[in-house]
């Protein structure tokens, strides 16, 4: 069985960098075709896609955030990291992490999912 587990800091200043770990258990990252993915919800609103990495460590980015994000992974710890900088308010959200066994097209794509992890940017 397949866990994700998100983790990291859930409140956040303007202007600083959100960092985030998705700890991957039960499957390698590295394991062919599959992609790990952020996407986010902010309050009231649906689901937004942020970006992913594959198997071989390819990143693709949503292009309105691509300048702030950088999705990395260590395969000796199994995980896969998010950062983005120059957060503002507009940012709070809960954050996913989300594996889907080849490219994602949709938030059907995805088969599993981490419980989610609320980050507030706030001073």
């Known amino acids: 069985q397949v866990q994700l587990q998100e983790s990291g800091p859930g409140l956040v200043k303007p202007s600083q960098t959100l960092s985030l770990t998705c700890t991957v258990s039960?499957?390698?990252?590295?394991?062919?075709?599959?992609?790990w993915s952020w996407i986010r919800q902010p309050p009231g609103k649906g689901l937004e896609w942020i970006g992913s990495?594959?198997?071989?460590?390819?990143?693709d980015y949503k292009t309105s955030l691509s300048g702030r994000t950088s999705i990395s992974r260590d395969t000796s710890k199994n995980h896969v990291t998010l950062q983005l900088s120059s957060v503002t308010p507009e940012d709070t959200a809960v954050y996913f992490c989300?594996?889907?066994?080849?490219?994602?097209?949709?938030?059907?794509?995805?088969?599993?999912w981490g419980q989610g992890t609320q980050v507030t940017v706030s001073s």
């Open positions: 039960g499957g390698s990252i590295t394991t062919k075709f599959y992609y």
């Open positions: 990495i594959d198997y071989s460590g390819s990143t």
């Open positions: 989300a594996r889907a066994p080849g490219r994602p097209r949709d938030f059907t794509d995805y088969d599993y």
